[in-house]
T-cell receptor, first 114, second 114 residues
Framework: EAGVTQSPTHLIKTRGQQATLRCSPI?????VYWYQQALGLGLQFLLW???????NRGNFPPRFSGRQFPNYSSELNVNALELEDSALYLC?????????????FGPGTRLTVL | AQKITQTQPGMFVQEKEAVTLDCTYD???????LFWYKQPSSGEMIFLIY??????QNATEGRYSLNFQKARKSANLVISASQLGDSAMYFC???????????FGAGTTVTVRA
């Protein structure tokens, strides 16, 4: 069974540009989560999508947005990039409606903002 | 307030020995789940073990076991018979009630010596 996949592996942008990160969940998983892992700030929850809807959002500005497609894959968009957005962005997926279910993570996209 | 506290930034362990990684948590929700993940230098988060707040027994998965002490709000990970491949960052995480997002600790770096 294929795991969570993310693309691209690395992304280099300049300040002010927009970045788009993509995630495909494990087959059968309908929930997708995004986390940011920045140096010195640890892992922070960004967004949770389930059945195409945004279910929860972390303490991030509105320029962080995303969506979930009918096939449950997801995109994370970061507008007006700032230097401090440089981080590893991790996507995870899980089944829906099972609070005990585990989130399985992808390999991450490393975003560098110059 | 920190929801998850990992007080050991780094640890060294001899190959084939056991190591205990500390994790304390803070929640007022009676229903919660505790997770441990391993993050090698490659960046991917690998799920290791899960403990639910209502579980009567401590969780075990192969060489990983979770020492769950509910009254003390601690969920320490024990890795038995350490291997060189166990060298990585280890994160404790919690999910509370119906909030499916994970809150992570700062992590503990484990280095296994031959």
């Amino acid at each position: 069974e294929a795991g969570v996949t993310q693309s691209p592996t690395h992304l280099i942008k300049t300040r002010g540009q927009q970045a788009t990160l993509r995630c495909s969940p494990i087959s059968g998983h309908t929930s997708v989560y995004w986390y940011q892992q920045a140096l010195g700030l640890g892992l922070q929850f960004l967004l949770w999508y389930d059945e195409g809807e945004e279910r929860n959002r972390g303490n991030f500005p509105p320029r962080f947005s995303g969506r979930q497609f009918p096939n449950y894959s997801s995109e994370l968009n970061v507008n007006a990039l700032e230097l401090e957005d440089s981080a590893l962005y991790l996507c995870a997926s899980s089944r829906t409606g099972v609070s005990t279910d585990t989130q399985y993570f992808g390999p991450g996209t490393r975003l560098t903002v110059l | 307030a920190q929801k998850i506290t990992q007080t050991q930034p780094g640890m060294f362990v001899q190959e084939k020995e056991a190591v205990t990684l500390d994790c304390t948590y803070d929640t007022s929700d009676p229903s919660y789940g505790l997770f441990w993940y391993k993050q090698p230098s490659s960046g991917e988060m690998i799920f290791l073990i899960y403990q639910g707040s209502y579980d009567q027994q401590n969780a075990t998965e192969g060489r990983y076991s979770l020492n769950f002490q509910k009254a003390r709000k601690s969920a320490n990970l024990v890795i038995s018979a350490s291997q060189l491949g166990d060298s990585a960052m280890y994160f404790c995480a919690m999910r509370e009630g119906d909030d499916y997002k994970l809150s992570f600790g700062a992590g503990t770096t484990v280095t296994v010596r031959a």
